[in-house]
């Protein structure tokens, strides 16, 4: 079983900039795809971004130039730097690979 620990999260203005960390309890160099994920307060939980092992990356529409998904296998570490921050971008933030899940980390930006 794999632990992810998600931090980095926090209150900032709009147009500001967080970047958040997810720390794997175990290698991350076989799970092909992480991710973040978020979920706003009364809305479904939805993908923000995906990278493969090999570096390949998705985002989703709204974040597209704003947020950048990076990891580091050795570290076993997944990132997410968002920038250009917006009130809409507030929600938790989860970290996903393979089967698991982290326990999210809150993102509030405000107007």
């Known amino acids: 079983q794999v632990q992810l620990v998600e931090s980095g999260g926090g209150l900032v203005q709009a147009g500001g900039s967080l970047r958040l960390s997810c720390v794997a309890s175990?290698?991350?160099?076989?799970?092909?795809?992480m991710g973040w994920y978020r979920q706003a307060p009364g809305k479904l939980r939805e993908l923000v971004a995906t990278?493969?092992?090999?570096?390949?990356?998705n985002y989703a529409n709204s974040v597209k130039g704003r947020f950048t998904i990076s990891r580091d296998n050795a570290k076993n570490t997944v990132n997410l730097q968002m920038n250009s921050l917006k009130p809409e971008d507030t929600a938790v933030y989860y970290c996903?690979?393979?089967?698991?899940w982290g326990q999210g980390t809150q993102v509030t930006v405000s107007s």
């Open positions: 990278i493969t092992s090999g570096g390949s990356t």
């Open positions: 996903w690979g393979l089967f698991y």
């Open positions: 175990k290698s991350i160099a076989n799970i092909n795809t």
